[in-house]
């Protein structure tokens, strides 16, 4: 059975880094679109990024493009999104989601659109 699982998240004073792991227990990285969704108290789950299968597509959202980005772990089983320069409005549940699998160059930031999700981490930036 897949399953993904969230980890790395934690509390951080403004300006700091995360490194939020997305761990599967099968080969994620080349096979589905991935991507980060966070949720905060009383409001709706947002999109934060995503990754399409073969990596040739990404997206970020306006609220943290060039803070946020993906990278690739030694495991094939494992996605990386580096958190630098954390605000106070980044706190929320960070959950991983994947799509497909697929060999197309989709990256969707439509929640429905994916089918797998992990449990969350909790983010939380405050001084």
């Known amino acids: 059975q897949l399953q993904l699982e969230e980890s790395g998240g934690g509390l951080v004073q403004p300006g700091g880094s995360l490194r939020l792991s997305c761990a599967a227990s099968v080969s994620i990285a080349d096979r589905y679109v991935i991507a980060w969704f966070r949720q905060a108290p009383g409001k709706e789950r947002e999109a934060v990024a995503c990754r399409s299968s073969r990596g040739s597509v990404t997206e970020y959202a306006d609220s943290v493009k060039g803070r946020f980005a993906f990278s690739r772990d030694n495991a094939d089983n494992t996605v990386i999104l580096q958190m630098n320069s954390l605000e106070p409005e980044d706190t929320a549940v960070y959950y991983c989601?994947?799509?497909?699998?697929?060999?197309?160059?989709?990256?969707?930031?439509?929640?429905?659109?994916?089918?797998?999700w992990g449990r969350g981490t909790q983010v939380t930036v405050s001084s």
């Open positions: 989601a994947a799509g497909g699998p697929s060999s197309q160059p989709i990256c969707s930031m439509s929640a429905g659109w994916f089918g797998l």
